[in-house]
């Protein structure tokens, strides 16, 4: 059984040593300066020790207050964030799922009418933070790009990261050869400057370098390389439904990984949450069977 302390009294201490005043702590916690002071001197009582230094005009925490006010900050953020946790649970069922844009924009969005329908009574919520985001304490899941799984969350694969080159179609009938390359402006992505020269050396083709504009997001090369600014090198599952519709093409079929893979991430004590567990079982769902063929143009 938990020997549990005063837990009125360490509300109250808490919040007059984060404002240093017990009648500010008493406007917070919607009781009388009196009722604070009443229950902090029952807590200092119950601890054996003081807390505070009751001065004229504010309060000085002991070396004993400092350290209890410093390890209880966590305890009380982690109380929030459990309460926040199980309010999810409630019949309302919130998901909210942070992804990089270009993954949002290019697959999920598209992709969200089918769990709608799965899952009515979900309240989806898409938050987006780029690849190198943190996973933030209030996502209920994330999809993220990288070798490996996340330490201290659950990591479960999705998708290869695999990388081939596409532009647009009236642009795919000038390029004959690898080689022919050289002739086109080679969009590349500033967060992923290695992917060019990685196909390029796995394809085995020498004296083409990628020069071309420089776009922040692999999503505004790929609609550059829609509108024939020139060939960008795309990414699984990025371009699977813009070559499937024939808005891309793939010049040759070659693909070659990018050395990273995507993956659903989730803390755990999110796990047993209605909303994950039935976005989790649709989204494995989705990237095991929408894994369409490249198409390549004709001729080459």
Not at 36 to 59: H, T, Y
Not at 201 to 228: C, H, K, N
Request: aromatic share 8%; hydrophobic share 45%; with cysteine.
């Amino acid at each position: 059984m938990r020997k549990l302390p005063y837990l009125n009294g360490i509300r109250a201490f808490e919040a007059a040593a984060r404002h240093g005043s017990f009648a500010q702590a008493a406007g917070e916690l919607n009781v009388t300066p009196a009722a604070i002071s009443r229950m902090v001197r029952l807590l200092e009582d119950r601890l054996g020790v003081a807390l505070f230094e009751r001065k004229a005009n504010r309060l000085v925490p002991t070396e004993a207050g400092h350290a209890y006010h410093v390890g209880l900050a966590p305890i009380f953020d982690a109380l929030a964030l459990l309460t926040e946790q199980v309010q999810g649970l409630s019949s309302e069922r919130v998901l909210t799922v942070g992804v990089g844009p270009t993954f949002a924009i290019r697959w999920l969005i598209p992709r969200l009418a089918r769990f709608r329908a799965l899952a009515p009574d979900v309240d989806v919520r898409i938050t987006t933070g780029g690849a190198a985001a943190p996973f933030a304490a209030d996502w209920t899941c994330g999809i993220k790009l990288g070798p490996d799984g996340w330490r201290g969350l659950n990591s479960e694969p999705l998708f290869e990261a695999d990388l081939i080159p596409v532009c647009a179609p009236s642009l795919a009938k000038a390029i004959k050869t690898p080689k022919s390359l050289k002739r086109f402006a080679l969009l590349r992505v500033a967060h992923a400057e290695d992917d060019w020269p990685r196909w390029l050396a796995a394809a085995g083709i020498d004296g083409v370098t990628a020069s071309g504009p420089m776009f922040e997001f692999y999503g505004q090369a790929l609609q550059a390389a829609t509108d024939g600014l020139g060939v960008a090198i795309g990414i699984r599952p990025y371009i699977d439904d813009d070559l499937s519709a024939g808005r891309l093409i793939a010049p040759f079929p070659h693909t070659v990984p990018k050395g990273s893979r995507w993956w659903l991430i989730s803390d755990e004590t999110r796990a047993r949450e209605p909303a994950f567990q039935a976005f989790r079982d649709w989204i494995l769902d989705e990237a095991g069977r929408n894994q369409p063929g490249v198409v390549v143009a004709a001729g080459s």
